[in-house]
């Protein structure tokens, strides 16, 4: 079954910089990337999402990269905010659409000191 | 929409006891998923369900574990007896396959088993 890897487990940066999190999946089929990020006792919820047949996808300061010949994708956060403070999870799934599972990565806790 | 419903907030119990947790999905999903998160083990796949179907149940931990889907807009996750290994925040999540492939989380059942 699929097995997705997630580092670093904590990451620690200065408001402004930016901060990147890599994943790794074990599945080849796997097909649907999503990005969850989860404030300390509250929800997860999505924040972006990518599919195997695009390589990259941004969405303001955040984007997203896939490399499916390497089975990773990775999170890039720029111009830090201590809002974005929380808990990141990669999370990925072969046949999403035709109702597949989704497993997520052991998470992110990102800190953004001001 | 109200979202993804799950109750109780919280639940604390005895070790014995059984616990039974609720979900109300989306209306118009047709996927259902539950989640154990824990720090050790992150978030956890326990069971999900397509059209009502539970399709993968291999993450359930054992038999005090069940789970059921009576109808498109209810779900529960039984654990008879609890332990305290059990604690932990519970998490429902709901999404439509075929149209929109998006996960949407409830806010959680943190349970306590003494």
């Known amino acids: 079954g699929e097995n997705v890897e997630q580092h670093p487990s904590t990451l620690s940066v200065q408001e402004g910089d930016s901060a990147v999190i890599k994943c790794t999946y074990s599945?080849?089929?796997?097909?649907?990337f999503p990005w969850y990020k989860q404030e300390l006792g509250k929800r997860p919820q999505l924040i972006i999402d990518?599919?195997?047949?695009?390589g990259e996808k941004k969405d303001q300061r955040i984007a997203v990269t896939l490399n499916k010949t390497a089975k990773h994708f990775s999170l890039h956060i720029t111009e830090t905010q201590p809002e974005d403070s929380a808990v990141y999870f990669c999370a990925a799934s072969s046949r999403y659409n035709q109702g597949g599972k989704l497993i997520f990565g052991q998470g992110t806790e990102l800190s953004v000191k001001p | 929409d109200a979202g993804v419903i799950q109750s109780p907030r919280h639940e604390v119990t005895e070790m014995g006891q059984e616990v039974t947790l609720r979900c109300k999905p989306i209306?118009?999903?047709?996927?259902l998923f539950w989640y154990r998160q824990t720090m050790m083990r992150g978030l956890e796949l326990l069971i999900y369900f397509n059209n009502n179907v539970p399709i993968d149940d291999s993450g359930m931990p054992e038999d005090r574990f069940s789970a059921k889907m009576p109808n498109a807009s209810f779900s529960t996750l039984k654990i008879q007896p609890s332990e305290p290994r059990d604690s932990a925040v519970y998490f429902c999540a709901s999404s439509r396959r075929d149209l929109e492939e998006k996960l949407f989380f409830g806010s959680g059942t943190q349970l306590s088993v003494l």
């Open positions: 990518i599919r195997s047949n695009v």
């Open positions: 209306s118009g999903h047709n996927s």
């Open positions: 599945d080849s089929a796997s097909n649907y």
